[in-house]
């Protein structure tokens, strides 16, 4: 058996590894406190227990005499990898050092065609053929053979039999309570908000006035006529917040892909596993001031069903809920997650309140009709918390009910409009810069290696094909990347 763990702080006796903390009251548990408290673990139903009322942003990996048992959170935020080599078990938070372990490296055909359509693999699979990763909610336990399972599926948790006002009242006192707990474990740390126009970062913000005021600032950024900008702005001034604009233009992404730290920054932030952001990759300048996108052919579809398929579980149980689940443990933990790797990669911590048990435990026992258009987390922040704050805009970028619905009749309609015209009616111009981002970087990319996504503002599918083509050649990988109509063929 090999541990091998190079990107994150990681901190360990003999036997046990963790990094990142759990939340327990008012308090994070990190660093030793963390360590410590998996120390007493003995049993492997011991591990699972203390996996089931951990709730943070955490990894550990325990050593036994004949095993290794690892675990990543409900979300995945400390990814995990593991392959056997030789006989021998390796589990590594670096996915490539265990592709550089290998003497043949091959693209895993499906992960990435998965890749290609989500900007995630999905499953226990990574981009690398017989490398597998920890999934979201998952402990495995290497030794002679591979066990694997879940300590966290919400598919069979009971729904609330409550009425609307009964929920909104106990969402908010939840809201209050989680947030209050965290800015509390924070103390008097420097605390910087990515402030857009909608209501989530609006809420954090809120929260932060509420519950720890000073030593706070709050950034925005895009270009110039980015429509989050006024909003934010507004917000941060309400608040008493001091607010910088970050303007995206030419000159601040001039020359980033001959930069050394773009070169190590989209490897640590993919890791063989889910597509890099660039939104926030260019604001971190500000840090130092102060401290479906490709279209497959529909038998490579059909794989990924099945693939899905495998993951639905057997009972009686709300269709919804399956998805719900899914769409946690897949795109949430390996898609919107990693827009979260930009911080840990310049060395600051970041915390998702948003994403705290407590309150993905609530939302997860809501009634559907609760959670259809966000309707009672919409209520409780426009008619509850962002009154008292004052925080309600004229003109608000949430969309309201109606515009959600004609935006669904909208998404109905578009399969059947020629790409042509669909381009046409598309906006021009990305309000984070992403137009010109993907342009620089295809510029050193022979044109027919690139599928054209059917709408030209699916940025998105530029960077994963653009990382599986820097891939190849970082990897030397020979055989098993679609030249243009199959990545793998």
Known sequence: ?????????????????????????????????????????????????????????????????????????????????????????????????????????????????????????????????????IEAGEYVILGNSVTRKFYYDSTFDPIIEKDFTSLATELNSVILNVFEAHFKALSDNFIAISLSG?????????????????????????????????????????LGFKWIFIEYNSGLIEGF???????????????????????????????????????????KQFNLIKLIEDKIPSGEFEFWKVFET????????KFIINSARVFSFFGYNYVLPLFDSVLIDFFSGLPFQFKLDKNLYDYVLTEIIFTEFNLNLPNELNPRPSQKVFQRQKEKIKPFVPNKILNILLKKQSPVFYDEITQTMLEGIVPRQIIKPRQSNYYNSYITQWYLIKTKELLGIKIGLRERNSFHK
């Open 198 to 238: 909608g209501f989530d970062s609006r809420l954090v913000a809120a929260m932060c006035a509420k519950h720890h005021p000073e030593n706070v600032i709050c950034y925005t950024f895009g270009r110039r006529n980015n429509q989050e900008v006024a909003p934010a702005e507004e917000i941060a001034k309400r």
């Open 326 to 333: 899914w769409d946690q443990k897949e795109r949430q933990a």
């Open 1 to 133: 058996m090999k541990i091998s763990l190079s990107k994150l702080k990681w901190y360990n006796n003999e036997k046990i590894w963790v990094t990142g903390f759990i939340r327990i009251g008012n308090r994070y548990l990190k660093n030793t406190e963390l360590l410590n408290h998996f120390s007493e673990i003995e049993t492997i139903t011991d591990f699972e227990q203390a996996l089931k009322t951990a709730n943070g942003q955490f990894s550990v990996i325990i050593k036994t005499p004949d095993e290794i048992w690892a675990a990543t959170d409900r979300l995945r935020n400390n990814p995990l990898f593991y392959t056997r080599l030789n006989n021998t078990n390796i589990i590594s938070d670096d996915c490539y050092c265990l592709a550089e372990m290998k003497s043949e490296k091959r693209f895993n055909p499906d992960a990435v065609d998965c890749f290609l359509m989500a900007g995630h693999v999905i499953n226990n699979l990574t981009l690398i053929d017989s490398i597998f990763q």
């Open 257 to 299: 892909m001959d930069d050394k730290i773009f070169k190590e920054y989209y490897p640590y932030a993919s890791n063989l596993s889910g597509m890099f952001y660039m939104q926030d990759y260019f604001a971190k300048e500000i840090f130092k001031e102060f401290f479906s996108l490709v279209n497959l052919k529909r038998e």
